[in-house]
Structures are given as C-alpha cells and as structure tokens.
C-alpha cells in the first residue's frame, strides 16, 4: 500500500506510519490495523496504541524481530476490518452553563458567533476518538466544525477541574482529572472516564463516537451526584463504524 | 497478607515498583515500573521471588524501615553503598545481598551512592492491589502502588508472605553502575526531521543529565539540534527511551512514567537495556550516545537477559557476615543465639 512507513522505535517497538496528518481516513487504517493485530495474535506483540496517523506495536524481541513483525504486519495492510461492524456512540452528559464554561464567552468574542451558535455547532456534531493520551482516559475527539476552530490559549492554566470540555485546534476532549491544561474550556461532563478498577478502564476507547447532549446545571449537579453514588451508566448506542 | 514493615522516614521518593504494566497505552496508561529494571530483578531473585514481585524504589535517599514482623528478609541492590541494620549491632549490609531482619529491627538506607536509585526487595513481595495487571505506581496518575503515591512516614507495608526460610544469598559481582558506557539507540522514529549536522552532533556530543530528571523523563543539556520541518508533529506513541527534542533542541528521554503521546520528533530511542544505565545516572553525569541498527539492538537485548539469567544462576551464600564493624562481629560470636534466631 501506498504511502505506509515502517519505522523503528528502539528495540521493542515499531511504528506504521499512514501519514502525517489528522485526517479521519488515515485514522480509519490505524484503527482497522490494530484491530486485525489483535485478530491475528501475532507471535510476541505485547500490545498496540493507535494514535492519529500511525500504529505503534510494542514487541518482545526475544519471541519475534521487528523485521518479522514488517513482514507479518505488510500482509494485512489491506485487510477489510471485520471485528467491529459497529462501534460505540456514547451521549455525553454536557453542561454549558457559564458555571462550568469559563472560556465560553471568549470562545464566542473569538469566533464570531454567538455563545449558543457555539454550543449547537458543539453539542451537533458527532466526534471520533482518534486517540486516548496525554493523560489516562483522556479523550482527543475531531472534527469540531471549522467555524470552531481555534489555536490553543496563550496562557494555560495551572488547573483545569476535572470533567472540563475543552476544544482547541480541530479537536475536543474532556478532562478525567484535574491537571495543567491549554485547552478552551467550554463546558463540563459530570462523568467518570477512567477508573483502573473497570475491566475497560477508559470509559472512551479509540474509534469510539460520542456526541455532547447539553443538559442545564440542576441536571449537571443532579447526574455528578449519581456517579458519586455509582448509580449512572453513560448512555451509549451501536452504530456502524 | 500480614504487616511487615513500618516506614519510619519514607526517603525522598520511595515507590512500590515492579516491571511495570502492559497493554493500557492505548487508554493513556504508560508502563512505569522499576527505572533500573536490572537491580530490580537481582533484588527479587536475592531473597527468591520471580522478578516481576512488587519492591521498593528508592530515589537519591531511602527510607528506614521497622520490620514487624517475627523476621523480614530483604535485599539491597543500587549503587556502591549498602544500607544498615539498626539492631544489637548495627551491622553494615552490602549492596547485592540479603538479609534477614528480626521483629524491631530497623533498615535503613541512607543517601545512595554510585547510582541515583536502588531497590529494596523483600521475600514473597509486597502486598499492595495489583491494578491494570501491576503493583507498579503511576504517581502522575495517583495509580497503583501504595495508594498511588510515594510512601509516607507511618505507612505499613503488608507481605504476601511472613519470613521465607531461604538462606540469605549475594550477588557474585556487584552490579556496576557504568556511568562510562555509551548509550545505544536507535535512529528514529523520526530522525528525518532534523538536519544531518543535528544527527552528527547528537552522536558526537556529551550531554549532561539536568536536575530535570525524574521517573518520567531526563532532560538532557548540550548541543542544541536543529529540526528541519519545524518542531511539531501530530502527536503519535512514545516508548520508554524515545528521545523527543522539543523547540530548545535540547533533547528529553522519556523514562518509565511518560505521557503516551507527544508532539515533537524523535530522534532515536533508547534500547531497552540501556534505560536501566541512563536511570542510574544522577544531574551533572555525563551521557554519551552511540547508534545501533535494530538488529544488533534486539541482539543486545537477548545478550544481556542471558546475562541477567546468569547473574541470578551465580547468587551464591554470602562470603562475610551482615557486617564490616570487628565490634559487630565479635559481639555477634557472644551473643549468637539472637543472630541465629532467623533460622
């Protein structure tokens, strides 16, 4: 296949590289090839992270070789996904109120819509998980359409509240945590996303969908008390891939 | 599960650590575990456990340790300097070998020498909850380990088991630390965005370690590298040793508690053995780096577990008594019964 580099990570690991872009295509092919690594159990693959234009699948060299693994890997480059017809379309709890979206204002001043144009351009748009990084269950999500995009703040800030929606670039998240952030807060989710004790610790996975459904701030409060109480599942539909 | 040992001071960064865990990256979870994975296993192997039970990692300073149970047996392995035990003696342990500790006695490990961290294994391993498949501790995510976090001065420490009756064992040649050796990588991934002077001097140059170094990465100080497509990539997957040189042109090794992804190019990773000799280096020590094809990277790697395999085949009883103090050793000959009460 056109296009595709094989491209070594030290010892333990190498990366298939589709491009250099955030393009959906491209992650369609990462995300089809690390599904078809799992299919296929190949020999000493410890395991795969699909990010937005390359695979990178971590190895034990003293069950395969990196150029075992090329050969192996360049035989499936093509394969139709087959495991996942149908993928996950989670409804995310959104709360816009000014509470809980510090930058919405600045969002809308920037973009030259009003606040509301921005939260029906947000909360109307389906967005795939391209990615699952930068801390652990936090979501990378595109694409925001083009009247909302934005380069990240000047000046990030030291602590984002743990649920804030953030979008910055063409790109939305949430974060799990509280943590550093230079994302555009514009909303927040009163949902848990990750939790080491669930069997599948990040509530969104790569190739996942998920789409915000604005709730007003009693709802907000109403639905974070229920997750405190562990007595609110996340809706979600199947819908195909 | 019992309780076998109080932490009396907690050292300056105490971690349960193990081999770390795989097959959460793709959620955000990087591996963590042991920066120097070599003593790590030499520890576990001293008092008889697999190599991937859960001990201690200890940064710069240790802790002091309160066994409290009947009898402890631990192992030390990190650096040049041993620790001590605080009992009738006082006696002196070596780096690399074990020993059994007595209800009250206290280990303590002091400033580490020789290398920036050592391991404190303890037979059966620690008993902490294994979450996403590892004891090991992701403080960034307050993950794993001990709640989460280094220890604290008053923690308990349960054991999976109460003393073990093996005999106490040293390593026969003590692990060096080889702050001279070269580091070996591989070029890429993404050695393609940087000049081919940037790749010439990043091979030439000695970089020195900055007081930036910690679990999750070591920024490095030297000549700076020049990108050619600018500094910025779309984010792709980090490996521990992936060596990413952010706009500075300085470059920063990512070690065992990395952010999974990241956006700038890397000009080659680190081998595997090879995090191991860079974790132990300490701010100011001196890295030198040397390129390796995959193959011969793999190549290495299959050496040096056969070496490590054979360091554990060649454990063997200690030649001296727990002590380099005469004072010790004499009273030791008077009052043997209360040394001897470990068997």
């Known amino acids: 296949m056109t296009g595709v580099r094989f491209l070594p990570a030290g010892d333990k690991a190498l990366l298939v590289e589709f491009g250099e872009t955030i393009e959906r295509a491209l992650s369609e092919r990462v995300l089809r090839l690390a599904e078809r690594i799992k299919e296929l159990r190949l020999n000493g693959v410890i395991e795969t992270l699909p990010t937005f234009r390359s695979l990178l699948v971590r190895y034990d060299p003293l069950q395969t070789s990196g150029a075992t693994l090329e050969n192996e890997i360049s035989a499936h480059l093509e394969d139709a996904g087959s495991a996942h017809d149908e993928v996950r379309l989670w409804h995310i709890p959104a709360c816009y109120d000014r509470r809980c979206a510090p930058d919405l204002d600045e969002v809308a001043e920037r973009t030259g819509l009003t606040s509301d144009e921005v939260v029906v351009r947000h909360s109307g748009t389906r967005f795939l998980v391209y990615v699952v990084g930068f801390a652990a269950g936090y979501p990378y999500m595109g694409d925001l359409p083009s009247e909302l995009v934005l380069p990240r703040r000047a000046d990030p800030r030291v602590r984002v509240p743990a649920g804030s929606i953030a979008m910055a670039t063409t790109l939305t998240g949430i974060y799990p945590l509280e943590s550093p952030g230079g994302w555009h807060l514009i909303g927040a989710a009163p949902i848990r996303l990750f939790d080491p004790n669930w069997e599948r610790p990040a509530l969104l996975r790569p190739g996942d969908f998920a789409k915000f459904e604005p709730v007003d701030f009693a709802e907000y409060e109403r639905i974070r008390a229920a997750v405190e109480r562990n007595d609110y599942d996340v809706p979600f539909t199947m819908v195909a891939a | ?343």
């Open chain 2, 1 to 343: 599960m019992i309780p076998i040992l109080r932490v009396k001071s907690p050292g300056l960064h105490t971690t349960v650590q193990d081999l770390g865990r795989d097959g959460f990256a793709d959620v955000g979870v990087p591996p963590s575990g042991a920066v120097d994975a070599v003593a790590l296993r030499l520890a576990n192997a001293l008092v008889g456990n697999a190599p991937n039970a859960a001990a201690l990692e200890i940064l710069v300073s240790g802790p002091a340790l309160e066994a409290i149970a009947e009898s402890v047996h631990v192992a030390f392995v990190g650096g040049t300097a041993g620790v001590s035990v605080q009992d009738a003696h006082q006696r002196s342990v070596a780096p690399g070998r074990s020993v059994h500790l007595k209800q009250g006695d206290v280990l303590k490990a002091g400033m580490i020498a020789g290398s920036s961290c050592g391991y404190i294994a303890v037979a059966g391993g620690l008993s902490v909850p294994r979450l996403l498949g590892s004891a090991s501790t992701y403080t960034r995510g307050t993950l794993g380990g001990f709640e989460g976090r280094p220890l604290r001065a008053g923690d308990i420490l349960y054991g999976e088991v109460g003393d073990s009756a093996q005999g106490e064992l040293e390593l026969a040649a003590p692990l060096d630390s080889e702050f001279d050796a070269p580091i070996r990588v591989v070029l890429g991934p993404q050695e393609d965005h940087f000049t081919a002077a940037a790749i010439e001097a990043f091979l030439a140059a000695t970089y020195t370690v900055s007081a930036q170094a910690d679990r999750m990465g070591f920024r490095l100080e030297g000549p700076v590298l020049a990108h050619t497509r600018g500094y910025n990539i779309v984010s792709d997957g980090i490996v521990s040793g992936s060596i990413q040189v952010p706009g500075s042109g300085q470059p920063i090794v990512l070690m065992r508690d990395y952010q999974t992804i990241g956006g700038y190019p890397k000009i080659a990773t680190v081998i595997s053995p090879d995090i191991s000799r860079l974790g132990r280096r300490s701010p100011g020590a001196k890295v030198h780096f040397v390129r390796v094809s995959r193959d011969e990277a793999e190549a290495i790697y299959r050496d040096e577990e056969a070496a490590i395999a054979a360091r554990i085949a060649d454990l063997r009883e200690p030649r001296e008594r727990a002590s380099i103090n005469l004072d010790a050793l004499y009273d030791e000959n008077l009052i043997g019964g209360i040394i001897n009460a470990r068997e």
